[in-house]
């Protein structure tokens, strides 16, 4: 057997470079590159490694750990979890930093391969620099925060191990139902230990993800479950894109005549103008698919995991004579919310419930209803998203501008605040890629990271990335990457002056304005300052501007399209209004006992809605 002396960081590239994928009838590199923050832990090991792949694996620096592994999970998103990124950093903050992303792709099932370097394995120098030192158990280092939140978690305490778990990690990444981030802590003494590798482990590997085919007695169930419904529904979720399914679900919905409501991780599987697309499902959804998902007599759930804005937190469509069908990859989420389950690949799930349903419909009066249903949904959507001309616009009002200048190409980006929720309403969706909304985590400061990661991934389309001024305040130093980088945003920065969703959140469950909104947060006499989100991002490079009323944004948005680089829009926004119609009920606990008046009333109201939901 023929080998290779390398160190561990070494073959760890060297592998890593080496696999590749087979997608859209392409066969290109797995990873796309490495996201890189280094210090003691990573520069001196994996540093000097990655400097020798740069050209196979390109590296790159980035600003904020967290962020830069949104920026890669992002790219794995938009690429429908078929490419990737890998993101390293140093020992201690650097790689605590990260835990929240990796919670991110958990939550989100996304895929990202995290290198956190780790504490000597030999503990010769021990304690190190950013070294927690546990006391009772010297195994344990910072490092194992990624365990609960990582698919796969190994550390990596002798070169050797990489030949075993490498593969394993690479295998989590791209299996369809435990897909999530694969965390390798590489303690920075065995990053530097050579060992005689055989060759064949570097040898280049093409990928192919795996379809798992549904169990033929499941299959039977389920068609049987169908066959007899005359107000179905289907509820699309991620999976539909992962599985690249979106063209066969709208013809399966064309064909059976069944109306499509979307998830916020679905969003976008059906273009808004297709016939059978109801728009979006549940908390944050449209008056036409919560209708119909409270008469519908039989549901076929593709590809969601069904949490609690899906399901109106288990109110809105799960009653006793409702058949509920879940064609999911994993049996994890087939198997919720007591479903027929369909455990497979939402691909080959749907050609085989095609065949199997044959000629089967829907009723003509279900129909006729969806469509009647979706005709005043549309009216609504027009209505609160037209600029009447008000000085300080609603988040609708600039959703509708943004909307109009995305156009077929463009492709909207948020993850939390008050926007995705409007977006999941109102956004009207040109197809699959126009959308990308991180809600499964809903982490403030995804966005403009994010938006860097999708730009990576589709250079070829216009990114708009909307956030609050919150998340931008959370989170905005990798405009100065994506401007480093060339990779071109468009910025809107809704600027609301304080945290308007959870303030409005707070009222709803009957709270005093505070600790939200800067005006009610503890400050100097004269109050908090008003941000400067243009200069802000100039100074980070981009082009910018501050801007007043839709019109006002309208135009800046057509300068911000023909601009080369990243261009930021902030403007004033009215925190109060959000969309009335649509929706669903969200359970939020309301405190029992309370000496406000309107926290009892609350509560009143809270035990009622709790009635409707199922246990
Ligand atoms: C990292 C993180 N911290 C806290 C929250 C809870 N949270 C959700 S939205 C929000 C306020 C967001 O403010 P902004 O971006 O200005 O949006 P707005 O609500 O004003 O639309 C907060 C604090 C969160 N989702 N993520
Ligand atoms: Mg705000």
């Known amino acids: 057997m023929s080998t290779v002396r390398l160190t561990m960081a070494q073959a760890l590239v060297r592998y890593l470079a080496a696999q590749r994928i087979e997608s859209e009838g392409q066969e290109m590199p797995l990873f796309a590159g490495v996201f ?3 210090g003691h832990g990573n520069v001196a090991g994996l540093g000097e490694a990655l400097y020798h792949v740069r050209d196979a694996l390109p590296t790159l620096r980035a600003h904020n750990e967290q962020t830069m592994a949104h920026a890669a999970i992002a790219f794995a998103k938009a690429h429908g979890r078929r490419r990737m990124m890998a993101a390293t950093s140093s020992i201690g903050p650097g790689a605590t930093n990260m835990v929240t992303a990796a919670a991110l792709a958990h939550a989100n099932r996304l895929p990202v391969l995290l290198l956190p370097g780790d504490t000597f394995a030999t503990r010769e120098p021990d304690p190190v620099l950013q070294q927690v030192e546990h006391f009772g158990d010297p195994t344990i280092t910072v490092n194992d925060c990624f365990r609960p939140v990582s698919r796969y978690f190994d550390r990596i305490t002798r070169p050797e191990q990489l030949l075993t778990s490498l593969p394993q990690a690479i295998a989590t990444l791209l299996d369809p139902e435990h897909c999530g981030p694969a965390t390798l802590a590489l303690p920075q003494d065995v990053q530097t230990f050579a060992y005689d590798y055989p060759e064949a482990f570097f040898a280049p590997r093409v990928h192919r993800l795996r379809r ?5 007695r499941e299959l039977e169930a ?3 479950a169908l066959a007899d419904a005359e107000r179905p529904l289907i509820i699309a979720g991620g999976g539909v894109h992962y599985a690249d399914a979106c ?3 709208a013809d399966f919905a064309q064909t059976h005549g069944v109306p499509v409501a979307e998830t916020q991780a679905g969003k976008g599987v059906l273009p808004d103008v297709h016939p059978c697309a109801m728009g979006a499902i549940g908390v944050t959804g449209s008056e036409a698919a919560n209708r119909l998902a409270e008469q519908a007599d039989v549901i076929l759930a593709v590809g969601t995991r069904l949490q609690d804005f899906t399901t109106g937190s288990r109110a809105l469509f799960e009653r006793d004579d409702l058949t509920l069908v879940a064609l999911n990859v994993g049996r994890f989420d087939s198997l919720k919310h007591r479903a027929v389950p369909l455990t497979g690949d939402a691909l080959d799930g749907l050609t085989a419930l095609d065949i199997g349903l044959a000629e089967w ?3 003509d009066g279900w129909r006729e209803r969806a469509g009647s249903l979706k005709r005043a949904w549309a009216e609504v959507v027009a209505r609160v998203t037209a600029d009447d001309g008000r000085d300080l616009p609603t988040d609708a009002q600039v959703i509708g501008a943004v909307n109009r200048q995305a156009g077929e190409d463009g492709t909207v980006v948020c993850a939390a605040g008050g926007l995705p929720g409007e977006l999941h309403k109102l956004w009207q969706c040109a197809g699959p890629g126009s959308y990308h909304v991180e809600y499964g985590y809903s982490c403030m400061g995804y966005e403009i990271a994010g938006g860097l990661g999708v730009k990576m991934a589709r250079p070829e389309r216009e990114v708009f990335v909307m956030v609050g001024d919150g998340s931008y305040l959370m989170h905005n130093s ?7 980088l060339g990779h071109k945003l468009v910025v809107v920065v809704l600027d609301n002056r304080g945290f308007g969703c959870i ?5 709803a469950t009957g709270g005093a304005g505070f600790n939200n909104l800067l005006a009610d947060c503890r400050s100097v006499p004269e109050g908090a300052p008003k941000t400067d989100f243009a200069a802000h991002a100039r100074a980070l490079g981009c082009r910018a501007e501050s801007v007043r009323g839709i019109a006002g944004l309208e135009q800046a948005l057509v300068r911000a399209r023909q601009a080369s680089g990243t261009y930021v829009i902030a403007l004033d926004t009215d925190p109060l209004p959000s969309t009335e119609e649509g929706g669903a009920w969200w359970d939020v606990a309301v405190p029992e006992v309370s000496e406000r008046e309107q926290v009892r009333q609350a509560y009143a109201g809270y035990c009622e809605a ?3 939901q199922q246990r």
Not at 212 to 216: A, E, K
Not at 503 to 507: D, E, K, S
């Open 478 to 484: 990798e405009l100065a990457t994506s401007v480093m």
């Open 503 to 507: 303030n409005r959140l707070q009222q």
């Open 361 to 363: 419909r829907a009723s």
């Open 610 to 612: 709790k009635q409707r």
């Open 247 to 249: 063209a066969r679900l």
């Open 212 to 216: 798992p085919q549904p169990d033929p």
């Open 222 to 224: 389920a068609i049987a």
């Open 36 to 38: 890189a923050i280094f």
